[in-house]
Structure formats: C-alpha cells, structure tokens
C-alpha cells in the first residue's frame, strides 16, 4: 500500500507564497517522476510541475519563473515553492508519482487527495 499526502495549501493574498509538500509512505522500492498537477473549478486537472528521479524538470508555462519544483529522495518528499501567486492559480492541487513497489516490478502512478490553494485578490 502507498500513500501520498499532501500539506501547505492555504489561502494567500496574491503576490504572496506558500509551499506545497508531499511525503509518499508505505511498499515503496523505488521512485520515478514526482509532480503536481491542479484542478480549478469546471476545469480539467492540469500539469504544474514535474521532476524526475535524477532532476530534471518541466513547468506549465502559466508557472514558469514563479514555481519550483524540488524533491529529497532520501524522504520520498517533493515540493513545490509558489511565488508571486495569482488569482487564477487558486485550485485543489494533486500529488503524483510513478512508484515501484518491489524488486523487478512496474511502476505504478499513484495521486494525493488534493491540497487546496486559494488566492485572494
């Protein structure tokens, strides 16, 4: 069993900053790609960020310069640094990763239950 949970969602003025954490538990054996993705209201979910195993990242263009998206594989924890928020970031955020369970299996992807951001104007 993995469980990815989620912490650091609030609501913020725009401008401001919060930090997204995620910690993932339980039969992990290895992790691949770890990432973010938000869902707004009446909208579909959507990648934020993402970041492989050895570092390399990708961002929304409509995040870009402002999130950073961090991991410490020693804690199976990944993060995400939101400045300068916006109004139209506000949205429950996901956690996501790709998780191998055990030695010579498949990875599997696995999402959090949401973390929910709201920026004020």
């Known amino acids: 069993q993995v469980q990815l949970v989620e912490s650091g969602g609030g609501l913020v003025q725009a401008g401001g900053s919060l930090r997204l954490s995620c910690a993932a538990s339980?039969?992990?054996?290895?992790?691949?790609?770890m990432g973010w993705y938000r869902q707004a209201p009446g909208k579909q979910r959507e990648l934020v960020a993402r970041?492989?195993?050895?570092?390399?990242?990708n961002y929304a263009d409509s995040v870009k310069g402002r999130f950073t998206i961090s991991r410490d594989n020693a804690k199976n924890t990944v993060y995400l640094q939101m400045n300068s928020l916006k109004p139209e970031d506000t949205a429950l955020y996901y956690c996501?990763?790709?998780?191998?369970?055990?030695?010579?299996?498949?990875?599997?992807?696995?999402w959090g239950q949401g973390t929910q951001v709201t920026v004020s104007s």
């Open positions: 996501n990763a790709d998780i191998r369970t055990s030695v010579g299996g498949v990875f599997r992807n696995f």
């Open positions: 970041i492989v195993y050895v570092g390399n990242t």
């Open positions: 339980g039969s992990i054996f290895s992790i691949n790609a």
